[in-house]
């Protein structure tokens, strides 16, 4: 018999199906060891050492397999067949080997597996290996790189940038691209022009529509016709002229399939076709994963093994017919440029297992499965076949030319199963096209022109910045969903129908970054520490080497940024954005003179939550501010009487600015209302995307749920100064999202707030029970904020240096408990007639300690504050 360990509990189960009660399955439930969250965890200055700390939650983990290794002596390491599934199991090998559970005659062996069926876990068990030191050093390295970026960098922000919260490595770069692609669409100016479509018709009455391509004999770029009136001049043209078929030409084509998932592209899929955040999408793959539905879900590779080929060929062909099976198999070329970290793709493990026959419940999972399933199938289809269209209409005299497209699908191929999504909405001309003959003349039925404006680059959606990370080599398949979840659970970006827009503070930390630390957010250089890194796992380079060449370069940036003042930073700031904080105004004037008093000047500000904002300089004579992306013709607009939305039962509703931020109310203030009803736009509500049914809803709040279940107490759904929530009486439970409040229902209500009833400390469990107390009680370890410990009764003795919990003895505990009580002057609990004769004593004794650390916490709090 053999110990197994595997990360999760569910995948443990699933593996626990196929070994059978040969071997005891387990799971480590992840990293059982991490670096601190505290300065020396890693030592460039003692060859990068690195200080490793059992999670206090992976002790019972690590306890569990010590225990099960006593009687089953041989470990096996299961962990996923990645760098950090790599790491994991160093990690176990490590931290068992410092507990003594592993001997050094103890047999260690590891497998890995893509898929987690019988016969793939059966094939693995046959074919161990050792730890993949090379892939090890990979992890280390990054480990370290991200700790010694995020614990040094982080620090000159906060003490730099009021209310900026980290910095990362990869994170950080990350948030350039949605900074930069928000600052493009804010410098974009829109630019007009026309198109003019003719509505025409065959000599059998058969109707299509053709554009406007040649106007005076020449050929029509995008902006040749730039106004109404040249519009009007090119609809006459057309109007007055007969118009014949030219040329009609049709020619074959064909379209082939994508390849099969791999991470990026699943993520970027799952995106488009379900709205499916990264961290959502990767979360759900992980599920059908570990039940044993799919292969492996982070990976870079998009080759298919050779038998999961022949099934979908296979499956293919009962399904759909020999027509839709290519004669020779479909192979995809794996892009990786490292080997070792490449996998296959993410297909399903059985190809037999199609979405209907599918045996899970979860709404996800199955959106998820289906488009794996249709993608693999898909992928080793026959082409579809299709036929285009271009048809050319012109006048006799060849001043005027049209032009109509199209395309006929003479075979469906793989389309039949699957059409991968688009980012962006595309005019493909897929249109079907009417017969139509060279010569035959084409009959008017209508003549349009239409405006159009250039627009913006769009917004990025997590899809393609996942998209654009990959291009540009930033990241790696295991870490795109972390990263993209990281910049919005630290309040620099937000996800807005599904586009990425920053906030405030997430700009401004760019363009600190950008300025003081510009080497290290290029896109080229992280591209090329990834390289670098690749090649640790390849065996190619030391790791130390690199981090040796990286921390001497990042150390002198950190140093030079040492003296730098506060107000030094935000003008450069200031400098930075001007174009996009103070753009030109209509009358001339200089963007920057404070339009209140007329005499300050404006300039950037920052507050302690990390908010930005425009204020004048001639503060505290002049009260002015505005907030960031607001121009002054938007602030004068929604200043005074605001800007009006509309009516509702006779009242006028506005949008306004105030003190704290723009607001909507209902009617004015009169004598009989002083103040009339407002509500304030929550976080994440743009003031140019208010309309009338928004503003309704706001000043609506709160919204009455419906009656509680247990005593018909109205639940009522509302946003208040922390956030959106649900409340039943005096309870209040938050909501995660804002739209939420406006869509809630009565079961997820009562969900929401059961759950917040349930959440608070409950009594910690012990460790270990040792045994009773000679003077009565159980002794037990316990697991406490500074370490472990034993307990008796009242007696808490912490565990000595090197001792770990599992190794504690009832006679250990005992001396530890009688060393500990007679330090504080105490025989033994029982003795409680004595410990009473001094009373007063103690309690003056314990007010005068509170009262001195009281004093002590709030001189603390004094001086963090005036730093």
């Known amino acids: 018999m053999a110990v197994v360990v595997v990360e999760s509990p569910a995948k443990a189960k699933t ?10 399955v387990l799971a480590s439930y992840g990293h059982v060891r991490d670096l601190p969250p505290k300065d020396g965890s890693v030592a460039p200055d003692d060859d990068f050492s690195m200080k490793w700390e059992v999670a206090s939650d992976s002790r019972k983990h690590i306890r569990a397999i010590s225990e099960a290794l006593k009687d089953d002596p041989e470990l096996i390491l299961a962990t996923d067949p990645d760098r950090e599934g790599e790491a994991i199991s160093w990690h176990l090998t490590e931290a068992l080997a410092k507990s003594r559970a592993l001997k050094k005659d103890t047999p260690v062996r590891r497998v890995v597996f893509n898929a ?119 609809v006459q043209a057309v109007t007055s002229r007969d118009l014949k078929v030219t040329s009609v030409e049709a020619k074959p ?53 050779p038998e999961a080929v022949m099934a979908a060929r296979d499956e293919i062909k009962s399904r759909y017919g020999d027509d839709y099976v290519p004669k020779s198999p479909r192979m995809y070329k794996n892009k990786a440029k490292n080997a070792q970290e490449a996998h296959e793709c993410i297909r399903p493990t059985d190809m037999a297992v199609s979405p209907d026959k599918l045996k899970v419940s979860d709404a996800d999972q199955r ?53 991968e999504g688009r980012d962006d909405v595309v005019d493909d001309d897929d249109k079907r096209l009417p017969q139509v003959a060279e010569g035959e003349g084409m009959a008017k039925r209508a003549v349009t022109p239409e405006q159009h404006f250039t627009q913006p680059p769009p917004r990025y959606t997590e899809a393609t910045l996942v998209k654009k990370m990959e291009e540009l080599g930033i990241g790696r398949p295991s870490t795109y969903a972390s990263i993209v979840t990281t910049i919005q659970d630290r309040g620099y970006v937000r996800k807005d129908k599904n586009r990425l827009i920053p906030e405030d503070k997430g700009r401004l930390v760019t363009i600190f970054l950008v300025n003081y630390f510009r080497r290290y957010l290029e896109y080229d250089f992280t591209a090329g520490l990834e390289e670098q890194l690749d090649d640790i796992s390849a065996g190619e380079r030391d790791y130390k080497e690199v981090l040796e060449r990286f921390w001497r370069d990042f150390s002198a940036a950190i140093a030079e940024t040492s003296d730098l003042r506060i107000t030094e930073v935000l003008e450069k700031i200031d400098e930075v954005l001007a174009p996009q904080l103070y753009p030109p105004r209509e009358d001339g004037a200089d963007p920057r003179t404070c339009p209140k008093c007329g005499a300050g000047r404006l300039n950037l500000k920052t507050a302690r939550s990390g908010g930005a904002f425009i204020g004048c300089n001639n503060y505290p004579e002049c009260r002015y501010t505005r907030p960031l992306g607001v121009t002054d013709e938007a602030e004068a607009e929604l200043s005074g009487d605001g800007k009006l939305l509309g009516h509702d039962d006779g009242d006028a509703i506005t949008l306004r600015t105030g003190r704290f931020g723009p607001y909507v109310q209902r009617g004015e203030a009169t004598e009989e209302v002083p103040k009339p009803p407002r509500a304030s736009l929550p976080k994440g ?11 309704l809803m706001l000043l609506s709040l709160p919204r009455p749920v419906g009656p509680h279940p247990d005593d018909g107490e109205m639940i009522e759904a509302g946003i208040g100064r922390y956030g959106p929530f649900v409340k039943h009486g005096k309870k209040y439970a938050n909501l995660p999202e804002v739209d939420e409040v406006f869509t809630i229902g009565m079961n997820r209500a009562v969900e929401v707030l ?16 040792l045994g009773a107390h000679p003077d009565g009680g159980d002794i037990a370890v316990m697991e406490g904020r500074y370490g472990p410990y034993v307990k008796w009764e009242k007696v808490n003795a912490t565990l000595p240096m090197g001792v770990e919990p599992a190794d504690v003895t009832l006679e250990q505990a005992l001396e530890l408990i009688a060393a500990k009580a007679g330090s504080k002057g105490r025989k033994k609990p029982a003795a409680k007639a004595t410990a009473a004769k001094k009373p007063a004593t103690r309690t003056k004794s314990a007010a005068a300690r509170a009262k001195t650390a009281k004093k002590t916490t709030k001189k603390a709090s004094t001086e963090t504050d005036k730093e």
């Open 116 to 234: 987690i069926t019988k016969a793939a876990v059966t094939e693995a068990m046959k074919n161990p290996r050792e730890v993949d030191m090379e892939l090890v050093r990979a992890y280390l390295a990054r480990r370290a790189l991200d700790y010694l970026v995020g614990f040094n960098l982080s620090p000159v922000l906060w003490r730099k940038l009021p209310g900026a919260k980290s910095a990362g490595r990869v994170q950080s770069v990350c948030l350039r691209l949605i900074v930069e692609r928000e600052m493009e669409i804010e410098a974009f100016r829109a630019r007009e022009y026309w198109s003019v479509t003719a509505r025409l018709a065959t000599p059998r009455g058969a109707e299509f529509d053709a554009r406007l391509t040649v106007l005076g004999g020449r050929k029509l770029d995008r902006f040749d016709i730039a106004t109404a009136e040249a519009a009007e001049l090119a």
């Open 754 to 769: 059961a759950a917040k009833k349930t959440r608070g400390r409950a009594a910690p469990e012990p460790l270990r029970t």
């Open 15 to 24: 593996i626990n199906k196929y070994l059978g009660s040969h071997h005891t």
């Open 367 to 419: 959106k998820l499965y289906d488009l794996i399933w249709k993608r693999t199938i898909a992928g080793q289809m026959e082409a579809a076949r299709l036929e285009r269209t271009t048809v050319d209409i012109g006048s006799a005299d060849g001043q005027v030319g049209l032009r109509a497209t199209g395309q006929v699908v003479l075979f469906d191929g793989f389309l039949r199963v699957y059409e």
């Open 253 to 305: 084509a064909s379209r082939n399939p994508s390849a099969p998932f791999m991470t990026s592209t699943l993520q970027q899929e799952a995106s488009r076709k379900f709205g499916m955040g990264a961290k959502q999408c990767m979360s759900t793959a992980q599920r059908l994963y570990e039940a044993g539905y799919i292969t492996y879900m982070r990976t870079d590779g998009i080759d298919m093994a």
């Open 685 to 695: 509500w743009a003031v140019e995307d208010m309309d009338l049914e928004k503003a």
